[in-house]
């Protein structure tokens, strides 16, 4: 089975200070990984996915998530972040069933 | 290519009363999803369409939701007797199925359903 796992559920950062962003997977396959942001009222828009590739990957708005198999782990970061990077943040995992299984989510507050 | 849209954005009912959402996919886009987003939770998925046929349904999804793809287009969503545990937010997304690679999932702006 498939699953995301987002660590806090509320992160707070200081403009211009690096964003981290957790999310840990369980899957019984190699997986196919997803950051979505969803700003209020709206969809969600990717923001970078891992497709077995390359382990650290680049997406738009300055981030970038490393994927590391080991500690089953696909943390999104951002060196610097901006007053328009707050929004909700959802990790996802597709499964072998074509099913794309999200995470709760991580609110993310910018501090002037 | 303006993405995915859906309609209505917003919708008020009674409970007991029938409502239906439509979704309409990326042009060519051959895959067609459902997703229940309620507050502070993640998309739950509903369904998927291959083209115009529904492939995978969650198990728990009630006998009140159907849905439809007549000719591999646009989509409708439609929940049968509301209750007020069905106000949610609906998204709708869509891909296109590639050979290689991850399959990319595009949402549209949602419909926002309030049942009174």
């Known amino acids: 089975a498939q699953s995301v796992t987002q660590l806090g559920s509320h992160v707070s950062v200081s403009e211009g200070a690096l964003v981290l962003l957790r999310c840990n997977y369980s899957?019984?396959?190699?997986?196919?990984l997803f950051w979505y942001v969803q700003y209020p009222n709206q969809g969600l828009q990717l923001l970078l996915k891992?497709?077995?590739?390359?382990?650290l990957v680049k997406g738009i708005n300055g981030f970038e998530a490393e994927f590391k198999k080991s500690e089953t782990s696909f943390h999104l970061t951002k060196p610097s972040a901006h007053m328009s990077d707050a929004a909700e943040y959802f990790c996802?995992?597709?499964?072998?069933?074509?099913?794309?299984?999200f995470g709760t989510g991580t609110s993310l507050t910018v501090i002037p | 290519d303006t993405g995915v849209s859906q309609d209505p954005r917003h919708k008020i009912t009674k409970r007991g009363q029938n409502v239906t959402f439509r979704c309409d996919p990326i042009?060519?886009?051959?895959?067609l999803y459902w997703y229940r987003q309620t507050l502070g939770q993640g998309p739950e998925f509903l369904t998927y369409?291959?083209?115009?046929?529904?492939?995978?349904k969650s198990r728990l999804l009630s006998d009140r939701f159907s849905a439809e793809r007549p000719k591999g287009s646009f989509s409708t969503l439609e929940i049968q007797r509301t209750e007020q545990g069905d106000s949610a937010m609906y998204l709708c997304?869509?891909?296109?199925?590639?050979?290689?690679?991850?399959?990319?999932?595009?949402f549209g702006p949602g419909t926002r359903l309030l049942v009174l």
């Open positions: 997304a869509s891909s296109l199925v590639a050979v290689l690679g991850a399959e990319t999932q595009y």
């Open positions: 899957s019984s396959v190699p997986p196919y």
């Open positions: 891992y497709t077995s590739a390359a382990t």
């Open positions: 996802a995992v597709r499964g072998t069933g074509n099913q794309f299984y």
């Open positions: 369409f291959q083209n115009e046929a529904q492939l995978e």
């Open positions: 042009s060519e886009h051959n895959r």
